[in-house]
């Protein structure tokens, strides 16, 4: 199911920037600037394998951009990235490739299931949306970069999979397992991003171009694929409220 539209692809409020810093902030910058770019060579480096670049893009290199956002700000954390067009074309083929890990289900609970696991594995997708959250705040030179990669759609199908959750699934407990993030915090991220987007002038229009926006408007009147009668309100209208 999820191959299938995949395979045609080919926060957060922002920290108010300094004008003057200090000495002390200054130093702490370029340290901050340093790490990332030894970072950022590991995951460029063709010696290494491919899996050896990839758990460093996934592990290292996108944490340390979040924290780096979280902590300096729009301008300077944009300004450390060495070449936006390289960054997001990892940030999107890691976002690709997660999904196609994603197994066949006979089901779309199941599938949804599987999925939503991944999004909140911090060894596999959780790190890369929390970056796209991070992305969606840039500069508009990045967004539409990520645009072009047509990241945004990816997002809102992402979200409408959301539906399809089996009420059994929130139930599952992952007891002081800091790999794996809360549903509801996943969820916060992925409509923290589609917020962003229908904020952005350039996303909404290609998104009403490409009549994906309407994607979003249909996930109002949605129901699972396998109505479960409950007592009391479904969990499928959370991601609604969202």
């Known amino acids: ?71 300096f700000g729009v301008s300077f954390t944009f300004n450390t990235i060495p070449d936006d067009r390289t960054f997001i074309g990892l940030i999107a083929k890691e976002l690709i490739c997660g999904i196609r890990k994603v197994p066949e289900h006979k089901s779309k609970a199941e599938s949804s299931q599987a999925l939503m696991d991944n999004l909140r594995s911090k060894s596999h997708l959780y790190n890369v949306i929390q970056a796209i959250r991070v992305v969606s705040f840039g500069p508009e030179s990045i967004v539409i970069l990520m645009l072009q990669q047509r990241i945004p759609s ?72 396998d109505t479960i009668s409950q007592d009391k309100e479904p969990h499928y209208m959370t991601w609604k409220y969202r």
């Not at 370029?30 to 950022?40: L, P, S, T």
């Not at 009420?167 to 509801?184: L, R």
């Open 1 to 71: 199911m999820w191959r299938s539209w995949v395979d045609r692809i080919n926060t957060i409020n922002k920290i108010p920037e300094e004008s003057h810093l200090s000495k002390q902030d200054l130093i702490k910058q370029e340290q901050q600037q340093a790490r990332f770019r030894d970072i950022w060579q590991k995951c460029n480096d063709l010696l290494s394998s491919e899996q050896e670049r990839s758990d460093s893009f996934l592990m290292e290199l996108l944490p340390f951009f979040c924290s780096t956002y979280e902590q």
């Open 154 to 225: 990816v997002i809102i199908k992402l979200f409408r999979s959301f539906i399809d959750l089996s009420p059994d699934y929130y139930d599952i407990q992952y007891e002081d397992d800091m790999e794996i993030a809360s549903i509801a915090d996943t969820g916060d991220i992925i409509a923290d991003i589609l917020k962003q987007f229908v904020q952005n002038q350039s996303v909404l229009h290609r998104l009403i171009a490409e009549d994906t926006f309407f994607m979003i408007i249909r996930i109002m009147s949605a129901k699972p694929a």
